[in-house]
């Protein structure tokens, strides 16, 4: 699931000059959307690239933007209607303006609701029938709700939450397990701003489950093609890649943020092997490495299995002595035997049992630190299909 962070920007956040400056904090943060009032879409337009949502100008049954109007992303309803108890709820609901609006040809792309009782609860789970994003909202949240919401809308619509911080934001997006698929922020803070939208992208990375494997051989070849992926984001000390010369098993190999005497620290570079090996990608995939340029994502990986995105900023490729470290990993009573090519140098390091070590002191019975995954690999996808690979 992608999660998104929308940011509240209407005219009940204040003139358009407080709108401006939070709209600015947003787009600087790198929130997903924001919802304003119809005359502000190109405003806000101007300022970056956003997908930007409008709530609904005047009569719900007409969607169209005014001539002098551009059109938003997303129309959405509810505003100074039912949505928000503006209007009376009816008691058929078939009878309902906002439904209407959503369920025309060309209408409404999604809906707004104030969750202030039980019948506002129903009256969501009926927009979100109808509706391609439902937001809620409630003054006072309550997370029963919420659960309530995500255990019956299902997958035809984005739930986004409407929350006032990156706390709020995080429970919503562990609600359940499953969570919002969003989160409607309204807050002119900009920090809290930036820590939502980091939420959100904790949120989305996936934790892998890292294994050691006993090393049976490190044994010195020839030159080759060897590749250091140099990227635009910095990593930490217990950060680095998961690489490796077969699909199935990929080593964690650190960047380089060890000062040396002789070496000063390139935090931004992974020293990653020969070309024909296999870095992992964000999206659970695999590149090759010779594959890699600027402006690709890999996954950057800590020592806990927590993964993140990082771009890559160039691909350097420069011929080296290389090492062969050979591993063994037992899985269900079999032997499965890994291998990869990394350069011989010390500012190479893998992680062992017992924590950073240089490829140049790597010996036979250490254990060293992998990603196994028991799939055969066609151009970067898992599939099943019997692959050898030695």
Request: proline content about 2%; some cysteine; aromatic content about 6%.
């Amino acid at each position: 699931m992608t999660r998104t962070v929308w940011l509240k920007a209407d005219s009940e956040v204040g003139d358009w000059e407080a709108r401006k400056r939070r709209i600015t904090a947003g787009l600087e943060a790198g929130v997903d959307w924001v919802l304003v009032d119809s005359h502000d879409v190109d405003r806000v337009r101007e300022l970056g690239a956003v997908n930007v949502a409008a709530f609904a100008n005047g009569d719900v049954h007409v969607m169209e933007a005014e001539d002098d109007e551009p059109d938003p992303d997303a129309t959405i309803v509810g505003r100074d209607g039912e949505g928000d108890g503006t209007v009376d709820l009816p008691s058929d609901l078939s009878g309902s303006a906002d439904l209407s609006a959503l369920r025309a040809e060309g209408g409404a792309d999604g809906g707004y609701v104030r969750i202030f009782d039980e019948s506002y609860e129903t009256f969501a789970e009926a927009v979100a029938t109808e509706a391609d994003y439902t937001i809620v909202v409630s003054e006072d949240w309550q997370i029963i709700p919420l659960e309530n919401l995500i255990a019956r809308v299902g997958e035809e619509t984005q739930l986004i939450a409407g929350v006032q911080t990156a706390e709020d934001a995080r429970t919503a997006y562990e609600t359940l397990e499953l969570g919002a698929d969003g989160v409607l922020l309204d807050t002119d803070d900009p920090d809290e701003i930036r820590r939502t939208v980091e939420v959100r992208d904790e949120a989305g990375r996936e934790t892998l489950e890292l294994q050691y494997a006993e090393v049976t051989a490190v044994e010195q070849t020839g030159s080759a093609d060897r590749v250091c992926i140099d990227t635009a984001n910095l990593m930490d000390h217990d950060e680095g890649m998961l690489v490796g010369s077969m699909a199935r098993g990929l080593f964690f190999v650190h960047a380089e943020t060890a000062e040396s005497p002789y070496v000063a620290s390139r935090p931004f570079r992974v020293n990653a092997g020969a070309v024909h090996a296999y870095v992992r990608t964000p999206d659970g995939g695999t590149k090759y490495l010779s594959e890699l340029q600027s402006g690709d994502e890999v996954q950057v990986v800590d020592s806990e299995g927590r993964t993140r995105e990082a771009i890559v900023g160039r691909a350097k490729i420069e011929k080296r002595p290389m090492f062969r470290i050979q591993a063994e990993l037992s899985r269900d009573g079999e032997t499965d035997r890994i291998e990869t090519l990394l350069q011989n140098a010390e500012t190479i390091k893998v992680r062992t049992r017992e924590g950073r070590k240089a490829v140049t002191d790597l010996e036979a019975g250490d254990e060293i630190a992998l990603y196994y995954e028991d799939t055969a690999r066609h151009f970067g996808e898992a599939v099943e299909e019997s692959i050898i690979e030695k």
